[in-house]
């Protein structure tokens, strides 16, 4: 029997939550770098009717920032976001009684974009995808209270690991550059968002075919 794939998987458990629920789901869609979450999360928003994808990523820091505070070489790390306005527009989305705009990032700019994604208050259902959405710590703690339901989305390493070397050599990084970047910065994420899995309601698991 051919395994369902992630999109069936998550499908499955949002549309009996959606309908039972009475007004506005938050869905979040969890998982390390390059696992898939931000595909996986415009397909769920397009598959279900009144649905909008947010990304976690809009709350990124500036790179101005980053290096006044020396984290420029950690952008993606936990403390390289604005986590407290990240909970902010949850709890905006979450009361559901006023128009919205959401934050996004720019893989060509490699900054946050503000202002780019509205949503209604007719919005029935939020698609929130990002790396640290089941983080037990500081004011990242409060975003699974926030959520109706959270998945997991995890991938093999080495499919993972191609896709982030991709992403760094097209941002400019020599090959042996972007192998650096992602040892010592996305994997080190990767390890503490895997320590967070537990947390969520369903883990699915994106196949290397």
Same mark, same amino acid.
């Given at each position: 029997?051919?395994?369902? $794939? %992630? ?5 499955? %458990? ?8 009475? &007004? ?6 969890c998982g390390p ?11 769920? +928003?397009?598959?279900? $009717? &009144? ?30 976001? $604005? ?9 905006? /989305?979450?009361? +559901?009684?006023?128009?919205?705009? +959401?934050? =996004?990032? =720019? ?11 509205? @949503?209604?208050?007719?919005?029935? %259902?939020?698609? @929130? ?8 710590? &500081?004011?990242?703690?409060? %975003?699974?209270?926030?959520?109706? /339901?959270? /998945?997991? /989305?995890? +991938? ?8 982030? @070397? ?10 042996? $550059? ?6 010592? =910065? ?22 290397a075919a």
């Amino acid at each position: 029997m051919r395994r369902p $794939d %992630v999109l069936s998987e998550a499908i499955e %458990v949002i549309k009996p939550l959606v309908q039972k629920q009475q &007004g506005r789901s938050i869905i979040g869609i969890c998982g390390p770098p390059a696992a898939g979450k931000s595909t996986l999360s415009s397909a769920v +928003a397009a598959a279900i $009717d &009144g649905s909008v994808a947010v990304p976690m990523d809009g709350f990124h820091l500036s790179n101005v920032e980053l290096d006044r505070l020396g984290l420029a070489d950690r952008k993606g790390a936990p403390e390289t976001f $604005d986590a407290a306005g990240f909970v902010h527009l949850l709890r905006r /989305l979450r009361a +559901a009684d006023e128009l919205v705009y +959401a934050p =996004s990032y =720019s893989r060509t700019l490699h900054e946050s974009i503000g202002g780019v994604i509205p @949503v209604p208050v007719s919005t029935r %259902v939020i698609v @929130v995808e990002g790396n640290y959405l089941l983080l037990d710590d &500081g004011p990242w703690a409060a %975003v699974r209270g926030l959520l109706d /339901l959270a /998945l997991y /989305l995890d +991938a093999p390493d080495d499919l993972r690991q191609d896709s982030l @070397v991709r992403r760094q050599l097209a941002k400019g990084l020599d090959l042996h $550059d972007a192998h650096d970047w992602v040892e010592r =910065s996305d994997e080190r994420n990767a390890a503490v968002i895997a320590g967070t899995r537990d947390r969520a309601d369903l883990i699915l698991t994106r196949s290397a075919a």
